[in-house]
């Protein structure tokens, strides 16, 4: 049975195994509370996804920095699918998706949503002071932060990690939106796990919230930043059989999708072919959860093409990801007076 462990301390053994090996460590999901000079906690979250590593080892520098002295703020730390990283995946097969499952998730009942909840309430009596999930992208994509609420607080909290700012009300069941009922929250992607720069990213970012007194609510045109709402995502159905190089598949996919991120695409971009009828296989799910394909995609001519602009983030060529996950998801550009 999956459960919940709550520790008040690090274990020394955790600032020097590696996500592979953190299972000797904590038995589960866990939420380990520390104490700081200023009370209300930031809460951090790490490992949702157990290939994506960048947050846990960011953090096990940031821990070591502090272990003999005091932190500046309370800090709430939630590691997250334990078993998926001991097997350096995203997710087991048999699994949930962790960050689909928080509060607001559209599953039934099961030990990983409720588990959920449990870190949820415990946060809100604690008066959690800011949210932080940090994550790694599978594909070609810049640093970026994700928010789900268009206010000057958490807009502010992400343009501090990042120029580049991705609104999205879909999927549901993410950690950042369950805590976005709490305190601001923001979700940063940072990078490939792995790439240099990812994890002194990630400790500038949680260092500066960690000392962070209070969020600035001034005038927000005086910051430099882009906003995009995600306005779809495109995924597979499951009789699909897809590839990026078997000659043979259903559907192939360009081999450099991934470069088309965060690309402002033209009407005409192609993404692959497809054979007979499996282009009825491709959807497009908007906001609403309506399958919304014929209004972005033309198959003609037995290649897949984009009907109108948009802008691709997460394009990833791992097959598995996207069964997992999706293909990517589509962006617009928000304007900023749209906010106020």
Not at 168 to 175: A, E, I, S
Not at 215 to 223: G, M, S
Not at 256 to 265: A, G, K
Not at 298 to 321: A, C, Y
Request: charge should be negative; proline fraction near 6%.
């Amino acid at each position: 049975m999956l459960k919940l462990t709550q520790l008040d301390y690090i274990p020394d053994e955790l600032l020097s195994v590696s996500p592979r090996e953190l299972y000797r460590v904590l038995p589960g999901p866990t939420l380990v509370h520390l104490e700081g000079r200023q009370p209300q906690p930031l809460f951090l979250c790490v490992l949702q996804h157990g290939n994506e590593h960048t947050g846990f080892y960011a953090l096990q520098k940031v821990l070591k920095k502090y272990r003999n002295t005091e932190l500046p703020r309370s800090l709430s730390i939630f590691f997250g699918n334990i078993e998926a990283a001991r097997r350096n995946l995203r997710r087991l097969d048999e699994q949930v998706d962790y960050n689909r499952v928080w509060p607001g998730h559209q599953y039934g009942d099961c030990e990983e949503s409720r588990i959920m909840q449990q870190v949820t309430d415990i946060m809100r009596e604690r008066k959690v002071f800011v949210s932080l999930d940090i994550h790694n992208n599978t594909g070609l994509n810049p640093h970026y932060a994700c928010i789900n609420r268009l206010d000057p607080k958490f807009i502010y909290l992400a343009n501090l990690f990042s120029r580049t700012i991705v609104y999205f009300t879909r999927p549901l069941g993410v950690q950042s939106m369950a805590f976005a009922e709490l305190c601001p929250a923001v979700t940063v992607e940072c990078g490939k796990a792995g790439q240099p720069y990812g994890e002194p990213h990630a400790i500038e970012y949680i260092e500066a919230c960690l000392r962070m007194a209070e969020l600035p609510t001034h005038d927000l045109r005086e910051r430099e930043f882009n906003i995009y709402s995600t306005v779809a995502i495109v995924r597979f159905s499951k009789d699909i059989d897809f590839s990026f190089s078997n000659d043979s598949a259903d559907i192939l996919l360009d081999s450099d999708l991934d470069y088309l991120n965060f690309r402002e695409l033209e009407p005409g971009t192609r993404l692959g072919q497809f054979k007979d009828d499996a282009f009825k296989g491709v959807e497009v799910w908007n906001n609403d959860g309506d399958n919304v394909v014929q209004e972005f995609f033309q198959f003609k001519d037995n290649e897949i093409r984009l009907l109108k602009p948009v802008m691709p983030s997460m394009l990833t060529s791992d097959e598995h990801i996207i069964r997992q996950d999706c293909l990517c998801y589509l962006m617009e550009k928000h304007d900023l007076p749209e906010l106020q």
